[in-house]
């Protein structure tokens, strides 16, 4: 990771100091780290006497509920309170946006934010940052998530001064489990400062025991079943080492699965040594969502972009694929990617 300017962070901490209602946002469909990031940033905030919003596109996933525990007065749904979440903008005279890189990938909430007359703040570590949209902006993809790059951050402030005993306990929490999430617990994209970010709130007294209890043994038994019928049954590997598995709506009502219950499915097929990408389908109203994740060498972030509507990183990305614009039926998912990995393989 590069060293983040002074300036910048000098210019922050003016941002900081001026500001007195504080809106955060993340992307569609919240994950780990955009909601660990959301409520770090919230937390550090309150605790220098901001009044703090946290407006999300979608719901929390039930799996990442425990993140905001005993913060839910302070988050607002774009999806079923959108009035609250344009008031709320309207009101504020900072935005700060993380865990996305344009304000498209907040869906219905886009044109809210791109609007708004508030400074606006940008920590992202996605590719091609829509810098023009925003006041500041602190983009470094070579960091392991969002949560990590807002840590180098707040550490680099004046009243942190590299001490992460003096973050609030509920910030220090949510770093590091945002981080676990977008490292899919340290076994891809984990680069030298990720490991001296989860050392350093390690000895902040962070319990990473409890997080991984919360993160990944309080699933339902359902989602351990459908993730044994996907594996068993559903998934499938082309020739050219492409494994991917379709969750169509009438399996996913059959086992009354949440958001969030299928995270982590995509990783698995990489396990086989044959396999250099793997993508998973989760069918939606008019669309599918994706998900790709791939090995050393194969860009997931060009193939999601190629075929997908979508990107992210170089060997995690997402994106989503509509109905009837890409494929004229649902039914047509499996054979266009089929086609399409040939295409990108060839």
Do not use: W
């Not at 999300?56 to 993140?67: K, N, Q, R, T």
């Not at 400062?193 to 699933?219: C, E, F, H, K, P």
């Not at 995690?316 to 499996?334: M, S």
């Amino acid at each position: 990771m590069k060293p983040i300017e002074t300036e910048k962070i000098a210019l922050l901490d003016r941002m900081f100091a001026k500001a007195s209602k504080v809106v955060l946002t993340a992307h569609m469909g919240p994950d780990g780290d955009a909601v660990g990031s959301t409520t770090a940033l919230a937390a550090y905030l309150e605790k220098k006497g901001k009044k703090v919003k946290i407006i999300l596109p979608d719901p929390v996933p039930d799996s990442l509920a425990f993140i905001i525990n005993g913060f839910e007065d302070r988050v607002i749904i774009g999806k079923t309170e959108l009035e609250t979440c344009r008031k709320a903008v309207g009101e504020c005279d900072l935005q700060i946006s993380l865990d996305y890189n344009g304000f498209k990938r907040t869906g219905i909430l886009e044109d809210i934010l791109s609007a708004s007359n508030a400074e606006k703040l940008l920590i992202d570590h996605h590719l091609n940052p829509e810098t023009e949209s925003f006041s500041l902006v602190f983009s470094e993809t070579e960091v392991s998530s969002a949560c990590e790059l807002l840590f180098h951050i707040l550490m680099a402030l004046p009243d942190v001064g590299g001490d992460s005993r003096r973050l609030p306990a509920r910030t220090a929490d949510a770093l590091m489990t945002g981080m676990t999430t977008d490292t899919n617990n340290f076994a891809n994209s984990v680069y030298p400062s990720t490991l001296q970010m989860a050392s350093s709130l390690l000895a902040a007294g962070v319990d990473r025991d409890a997080i991984l209890a919360n993160l990944y043994n309080r699933y339902r038994e359902t989602r351990l079943r459908l993730m044994g019928i996907a594996l068993k049954d559903l998934m499938k590997i082309t020739p050219d080492g492409v494994a991917y598995i379709v969750l169509r709506k009438d399996l996913l009502e059959e086992y009354d699965v949440r958001e969030g219950e299928t995270e982590g499915f995509v990783n698995m097929p990489l396990a086989l040594d044959k396999v250099r990408m793997s993508i998973l389908l989760k069918e939606e109203d008019d669309h599918f969502r994706v998900s790709i994740r791939s090995k050393e060498g194969v860009s997931a972030n060009r193939c999601s972009g190629l075929y997908f509507n979508g990107g992210g990183h170089e060997r995690a990305a997402g994106g989503r694929l509509y109905v009837p614009k890409d494929i004229a039926t649902y039914d047509e998912a499996e054979s266009y990617i089929e086609k399409v990995t040939h295409s990108f393989f060839e």
